[in-house]
């Protein structure tokens, strides 16, 4: 074990920013409202905080936990753990999971940053959705320039994780995030102000339990397991850097109370306004990028907001797309004994060939989408809740969970929601879409 230079987090603001970092990204802002605009709004909303608080914050603080008791990458942590078992094929999966994830995220980075483009060069001045959806088709079709964007931005992220764990990564999402949250509340004041605002209120807020059916009760839970970045080892990495004092629960509480917030107000700030210009609530993955356009170019300051908005979506993308390659790297070393340096230009090497293919080949974006999240996560999550449960050790979760020296009260009923609570709701989900079961 090569434990002795393991990279760390300096603070515990440091920990909470960084994990936070990987939570909230594109998939707060691009994928959740995208979702939920496929799945029928506030029922599906409900299901989707259910997951968060019964399933996400639990497979959460599983995930830190494995992470900090072996101080090892996924992988490892099984070898560690589990010597001679299979459950390293958990790791595994959490591997390509990460390649999976990363090719068709860097390619809705790209988007952004061709946004962002259009942006600064007051390229996106309209409301009129014909005008809006067109400028998206052309952004989505492979024209070069988002291309381009999308190697940039794999670039980018191989830059950072190259360099380490250091407090350069804590330094920027400290400072970033608050700016980020501020400008997503300032774009919901504009949108619920907008005329025809309260069709949207009411699509996100009021549920329609008509519209739930097993493949929306899925989606919920894969876009539950892809916001908090769950079920493939991103937590459980992070969790390898955290100290010995720090206090896994709270970490996994405020991580999740966060994630979840800037989902919600990102709901506020896309569906009145997809209301009120008329525009599909069930569009797919473009949803946002015909949305806000429309909203900056209603508010005073427009262009300046836009360019800001979009140069920080950046940002949240970037501290996502590091800690998914950060599992991957943090293989490769340790693993498979390469240098950190090697591991991360392969890694983002490969993972760009991969987005190249997302980004000419909607089918295969969609694949890789969808399959990430509603499959590969969530049986991780599964195995990972039930290694905790049923493998590790009631003292050593106990002590892991009480190493910052205040007793878990939380502890046995964490034991229930791992056990049993969280696992049979991962498989009653899984049969459920798969027609096996039906309520
Ligand atoms: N959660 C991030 C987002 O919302 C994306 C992400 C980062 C992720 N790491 C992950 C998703 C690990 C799944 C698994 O944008």
Not at 277 to 292: H, Q
Request: a positive charge.
């Amino acid at each position: 074990m090569n434990q002795g230079n393991r990279d760390g987090f300096a603070s515990r603001f440091g920990v909470i920013a960084a994990a936070a970092g990987s939570a909230v990204g594109l998939g707060n802002v691009w994928r959740f409202p995208y979702v939920v605009g496929e799945n029928g709004g506030g029922a599906f909303l409900l299901v989707y905080l259910g997951f968060v608080l019964a399933i996400g914050v639990p497979v959460m603080l599983s995930e830190l936990l494995i992470g900090r008791k072996s101080q090892r990458n996924i992988f490892g942590a099984f070898h560690v753990l589990a010597p001679g078992r299979p459950w390293f094929l958990i790791g595994l999966m959490g591997v390509g999971a990460a390649f999976m994830i990363l090719s068709f995220y860097s390619v809705v980075a790209g988007w952004t940053m061709e946004y962002l483009y259009l942006a600064f060069t007051n390229q996106l001045a309209t409301v009129s959705s014909v005008e809006l959806n067109q400028i998206f088709s052309e952004v989505k079709s492979g024209a070069w320039r988002p291309v381009f964007f999308m190697v940039v931005f794999m670039a980018m992220t191989a830059f950072i994780v190259k360099s380490g764990i250091n407090k350069g990564i804590e330094k920027y999402s400290k400072l970033l995030m608050p700016v980020l949250f501020v400008i997503i509340v300032l774009l919901c004041i504009r949108s619920v102000t907008l005329e025809g605002a309260s069709a949207g209120l009411e699509f996100l807020f009021r549920p329609d339990f008509s519209r739930i059916t097993p493949h929306v009760v899925l989606e919920a839970l894969g876009q539950a397991f892809f916001s908090l970045s769950l079920g493939m080892g991103v937590m459980a990495t992070y969790g390898s850097y955290i100290k010995k004092g720090e206090s896994l629960g709270k970490t996994a509480i405020s991580v999740s109370l966060t994630d979840t917030a800037i989902a919600i107000l990102s709901g506020i700030a896309i569906f009145p306004a997809v209301f009120a210009f008329g525009i599909e609530p069930g569009a797919g993955p473009g949803l946002v990028f015909v949305t806000l356009p429309g909203i900056f170019s209603k508010m005073i300051g427009g262009y300046f907001f836009a360019f800001i908005f979009f140069a920080l979506l950046v940002i949240a993308a970037l501290t996502s797309s590091i800690s998914l390659l950060e599992v991957v790297v943090a293989y490769f070393t340790e693993e498979l004994k390469m240098r950190r340096r090697a591991a991360t230009w392969l890694a983002a090497g490969l993972m760009t060939l991969l987005g190249l293919i997302c980004a000419f080949n909607s089918t295969v974006f969609n694949l890789f989408d969808n399959t990430s999240s509603n499959i590969l996560l969530p049986l991780g999550g599964f195995f990972i809740v039930v290694f905790v449960g049923w493998f590790l050790g009631h003292n050593i979760v106990r002590s892991e969970l009480e190493a910052d020296g205040r007793v878990a009260r939380y502890f046995h009923l964490f034991l229930v929601v791992i056990k049993i609570v969280a696992p049979v709701a991962i498989a009653l989900v899984f049969l459920n879409q798969l027609g096996l079961i039906n309520f």
